[in-house]
C-alpha cells in the first residue's frame, strides 16, 4: 500500500476547553473539528488522517466523536495561531461518557488536565464501543 492511503488508527481525547474559550467548544461541534491553540497546538499537528478523536467537556465526558479526515488547518488566534483538522463520522454522544466511566470502561486511572492526549489501542477500542451505544449522527 502507498504510503497516501496510509491511514491511522490512534485514538485521543481532546479537552474542548470550555473554561478558556467557549467558542472552541461551540466551533468543535458545529463544524466538526479538532482545535487547539497556544501550547496544545502541537497535539493537533500530530493527528493523522483515520485517528480517532473523542471531544471532552470537562464536568460533562465524552460529547462527540469522530475521525481525523482533513489536512492541517492554521489561522490566526488572539496573540497566536489556531490549529485545526476536520472530522470525519461526526457523532455526538449522549448521554456524554463522564470521566469516572472513562476510568471504569478502561480500567486506567486518565489525567484529563491535558488538552488533548493518547490512548492505547484496546483503551480506545472499548470507549468507542460504549460510544456507538450512545452516539447519532446531528
Known amino acids: 500500500m502507498p504510503m497516501s492511503e496510509v491511514v491511522s488508527k490512534r485514538f485521543y481525547i481532546l ?3 470550555t473554561a478558556h474559550d467557549d467558542q472552541h467548544h461551540r466551533v468543535m461541534l458545529e463544524k466538526h473539528k479538532a ?3 497556544y501550547n496544545a497546538k502541537g497535539g493537533i499537528e500530530q493527528l493523522q488522517k483515520g485517528d480517532t478523536v473523542f471531544l471532552y467537556r470537562s464536568g460533562h465526558g ?4 469522530g475521525t481525523v479526515s482533513g489536512k492541517l ?5 488572539q496573540e497566536d495561531e489556531e490549529y485545526s483538522r476536520q472530522l470525519a463520522e461526526f457523532r455526538y454522544v449522549s448521554p456524554p ?3 469516572a466511566e472513562i476510568k471504569e470502561i478502561t480500567r486506567k486511572n486518565w489525567i ?7 490512548l492505547d489501542r484496546e483503551s ?12 447519532s449522527p446531528e
Open 73 to 77: 488547518e492554521r489561522r490566526s488566534y
Open 124 to 135: 480506545g477500542k472499548k470507549l468507542q464501543a460504549t460510544v456507538e451505544g450512545r452516539s
Open 112 to 118: 484529563f488536565r491535558p488538552t488533548i492526549f493518547g
Open 97 to 99: 461518557i463522564s470521566a
Open 15 to 17: 479537552n474542548t476547553n
Open 62 to 65: 465524552i460529547v462527540a466523536v
Open 35 to 37: 482545535i487547539a491553540a
